[in-house]
Nanobody, 117 residues
């Protein structure tokens, strides 16, 4: 059974940094594209960053240059390093995994990130 568990969210001041982690289990990590999405109150869930199993990355324009996605295949971990945080980055951040063969998608439960002074 695939399970994704996010951690690392919290309250941070504008300009600060946070590092989110996603721990994956019950899956062959190498066979999945991984990503981070976020959903702010009253808004649709949106893509933040993705990384394929071959480590190709893509970022939303709003976070490019500030956020960095990475993955550790040995530990079945994915991270999102978030720097220069802005109030508009406030949202629930979700870990996403997509099977590269079946295209089945899995989600974590989300972790809250609040950027406020």
């Amino acid at each position: 059974q695939v399970q994704l568990v996010e951690s690392g969210g919290g309250l941070v001041q504008p300009g600060g940094s946070l590092r989110l982690s996603c721990t994956a289990s019950g899956m062959a990590f190498n066979n999945y594209a991984m990503g981070w999405y976020r959903q702010a109150p009253g808004k649709q869930r949106e893509l933040v960053a993705t990384m394929t199993s071959g480590r190709m990355t893509s970022y939303a324009a709003s976070v490019k240059g500030r956020f960095t996605i990475s993955r550790d295949h040995a530990k079945n971990l994915m991270h999102l390093q978030m720097n220069s945080l802005k109030p508009e980055d406030t949202a629930v951040y979700y870990c996403n995994a997509r099977d590269s063969r079946s295209f089945r998608v899995y989600w974590g439960q989300g972790t809250q990130v609040t950027v406020s002074s």
